[in-house]
């Protein structure tokens, strides 16, 4: 299976400049024989909004809005699957409209009326879709752990994590034969819930477990505590450089949530698809990892397959089927870690 993911910086609000962008890089890379392409959380209307005001223009209508038609024209000309996140509209553009009056009750006279009942209204939700190559949505996720910044506008998904047929093969195996069974999740997901959830109840890994899922697509918009100077700012040799090296702080927390899938003997793929760059926000500004990853797991390992700089923008692509795709990775020793460095590293989103 040829996977890629697209890890870019967008710009608060700039919708029609984050799609040119994710365009631009993908027309200057190799895009020929992909099977799946992933892109980062809320990928075009960037992440950082700091109310439900600020982020209602920019809400899109469930699986119809710019982020769905840019998902399957992209899935189209490429002839692969496209997986990406977007702000699911699913609130009235306007009022409710008034209902006809009830003509009065002789009874209502003798006893004092109740107040009407607040108007109800459908959540918003920060969604992903995944689109086919034929130009059909296959398979629609809602983000079940949500970060601070998302309980401003969006509720968590009524329909909790889920797992979708991919009609692909995945070749790890000696035989490997289609469809693989793949988890869907959002950044913050691979937290535990709220981050008052016990550390090891690991509950989207577990799931994806439970599920025997050999595919994990993660779309990310995950944060992280270095400052400017460590994402590179600048434009000398050395700071190019350091916007290529990967967080590896990030890349070691990411797995350390995946720890029931490191402990299971089948090997699972796991597509984590981060952004980079930086947002503004109101007191501190939004500062993202980036190190994009494809990662395989399992058998107490993590082999890597690829990955991207904590600030580099571009495509990452990644064959599994090639021998020497995977790199020998690290051996995480002892339990899991969690508490204090949980509050170190844990900046999902």
Same mark, same amino acid.
């Given at each position: ?13 700039? $919708? ?67 997986? $990406? ?21 002789? @009874? ?122 460590? @994402? ?36 699972? $793929?796991? $597509? ?59 051996? @995480? ?17």
């Amino acid at each position: 299976m040829h996977i890629a993911t697209l890890q870019f910086a967008p710009v608060l609000g700039q $919708v029609a400049q984050n799609i040119a962008r994710a365009d631009e890089l993908l027309a200057a890379a190799n895009t020929d024989g992909l099977d799946l392409l992933v892109l980062p959380e809320l990928a075009f209307t960037g992440y950082n909004f700091p109310s439900l005001a600020a982020i209602t223009p920019h809400l899109e209508p469930t699986a119809a809005g710019p982020t769905a038609h840019w998902a399957l024209r992209t899935a189209t000309r490429l002839h692969c699957f496209v997986c $990406v996140g977007y702000p699911e509209r699913t609130t009235p553009k306007g009022p409710s409209p008034p209902s006809l009056p009830t003509p009065p009750s002789p @009874l209502s006279q003798l006893r004092p009326s109740a107040p009407p009942p607040p108007p109800t209204y459908p959540p918003n939700h920060n969604a992903l879709l995944l689109a086919s190559p034929t130009g059909h949505i296959l398979a629609h996720y809602r983000k079940t752990h949500l970060y601070y910044t998302d309980t401003t506008w969006a509720q968590p998904g009524p329909e909790g994590f889920q797992a979708v047929d991919l009609p692909l093969p995945l070749p790890l195996s000696a035989e490997p034969t289609p469809p693989t069974r793949t988890a869907l999740g959002i950044c913050m997901d691979l937290n535990p819930s709220r981050f008052l959830a016990p550390w090891d109840a690991f509950e989207f890994a577990t799931h994806a477990r439970a599920q025997r899922c050999r595919l994990v697509l993660l779309s990310m918009a995950w944060l992280t505590r270095l400052g400017a100077a460590e @994402l590179g700012c600048g434009q000398n040799a050395e700071t190019s450089a350091l916007r290529r090296r990967p967080d590896a702080d990030t890349l070691a927390y990411w797995v350390a949530r995946l720890e029931p899938l490191m402990a299971a003997r089948e090997e699972v $793929v796991v $597509v984590c698809a981060n952004r980079c760059g930086v947002e503004p926000g109101e007191g501190e500004e939004a500062r993202y990892a980036g190190s994009s990853a494809v990662l395989c797991v399992g058998g107490r390992k993590a082999r890597v397959g690829g990955g991207l700089g904590r600030a580099e923008e571009g495509l990452l692509r990644v064959d599994t089927g090639a021998v020497g795709a995977w790199e020998a990775g690290w051996v @995480l020793g002892g339990e899991a870690e969690g508490g204090e460095e949980e509050e170190r590293r844990g900046e999902g989103v």
